[in-house]
């Protein structure tokens, strides 16, 4: 199936009805909720990997599966109403990522099976107990934002000359991006950085706060987060006006103009998030699964962001990188 196709199934999967096993088979179907912290648009490819997965482990959408698909758009309200639908509806599993969306589905319900595919910091955030014996019905995988948001400062100063002013823009009502904040702010002094914070919890506020930022800072680094996600355009238009060049968590901001990221690789999690769900499927309580760390990292440089900044990438970092978008 075509990537575009995919995407059109999974944006019409939500308003479907319920899918019947095939004709002829007598197989328990049983039902996934996947809330899908942004659009299947901009996060179709992950899903794809995770549907593989589990394709490959032998569940079969129509025969012995049904995954009943939510996208929140970034809206923790949405989340919580998509949440509380998959309780509603006795999924067997709710799968999802980022912190606010799992944070809704472990506040719609302590019973069914949560899987997260990436969580920023699932201790440090209160989403398990630990990463060992998670308790409670979630497990998952971390994507260590915050542990890498250090190492992308490092990257910043790399490739910004002289940087010694850094704007964090982050969302700190989400424990996520706010724990990210945190490690730029203990790491930035180390390397001779001065920070400020910008808060954005509304999307009508990133422009003005960017403008406002011209001249004052060199760059600007955003932290993972649902809401900044779903208005990165705003964002990196902005920063780009602004002359700020921008680190970020991901690389669909990357790709979408953002100089660089150091980050997990989400397709990788989300092939192993498959794998979460088929041991849950097939009897595994959620508590006795450890949760897992990243075992792939991409660096990703947008070389012509660079151009239009006027900044030189260093031949020794283009060598280390894993893509360079042009």
């Known amino acids: 199936m075509k990537r575009r196709e995919f995407i059109g199934l999974l944006g019409g999967a939500a308003a479907a009805g319920p899918l019947l096993s095939v004709a002829g088979h007598a197989a328990t179907v049983q039902t996934v909720g996947f809330l899908g912290a942004v659009t299947p648009a901009s996060h179709g490819h992950w899903v794809a990997a995770f549907s593989q997965r589990l394709g490959e482990l032998g569940w079969t959408e129509g025969h012995n599966l049904k995954i009943e698909y939510r996208w929140a758009d970034g809206s923790r309200d949405r989340a ?9 509806l006795r999924v067997d599993v709710i799968v999802t990522y980022a912190h606010p969306m799992a944070l809704a589905a472990k506040h719609a319900t302590a019973v069914i099976p949560i899987v997260f595919a990436a969580a920023a910091d699932p201790v440090g955030t209160g989403l398990v107990e630990s990463l060992s014996r998670p308790g409670g019905n979630l497990t998952g995988l971390s994507a260590q934002n915050t542990d890498l948001a250090g190492k992308r400062l490092e990257l910043s100063r790399e490739v910004i000359p002289g940087l010694r002013r850094l704007a964090v823009m982050a969302n700190l009502s989400n424990p996520g991006s706010a724990a990210e904040n945190d490690d730029i702010q203990k790491v930035a002094p180390s390397l001779g950085i001065e920070t400020v914070t910008v808060d954005i919890q509304r999307p009508e506020n990133i422009a003005p706060a960017l403008a406002e930022l011209k001249g004052r800072v060199q760059a600007l680094h955003v932290c993972i987060d649902a809401l900044l996600f779903a208005n990165r355009a705003t ?15 991901s690389r669909e901001l990357v790709a979408d103009g953002g100089l660089l990221t150091y980050v997990a690789n989400f397709p990788d999690l989300f092939r192993r998030a498959g794998d979460y769900v088929d041991k849950i499927l097939r009897g595994a309580k959620p508590s006795d699964l450890p949760i ?28 280390r990188a894993d893509e360079v978008i042009e």
């Not at 919580?80 to 509603?88: K, Q």
């Not at 964002?235 to 968590?249: E, F, H, K, M, N």
């Not at 660096?299 to 900044?309: D, H, Q």
Request: aromatic letters at 6%; glycine letters at 4%.
């Open 80 to 88: 919580a109403e998509f949440a509380a639908a998959f309780v509603r």
């Open 235 to 249: 964002i990196i238009a902005s920063a780009l006006t602004a002359r700020l060049p921008t680190t970020v968590g």
């Open 292 to 319: 897992e760390q990243p075992r792939k990292f991409d660096l990703i440089v947008n070389m012509k962001s660079a151009r239009e900044l006027g900044l030189t990438i260093p031949p020794s970092l283009l060598a």
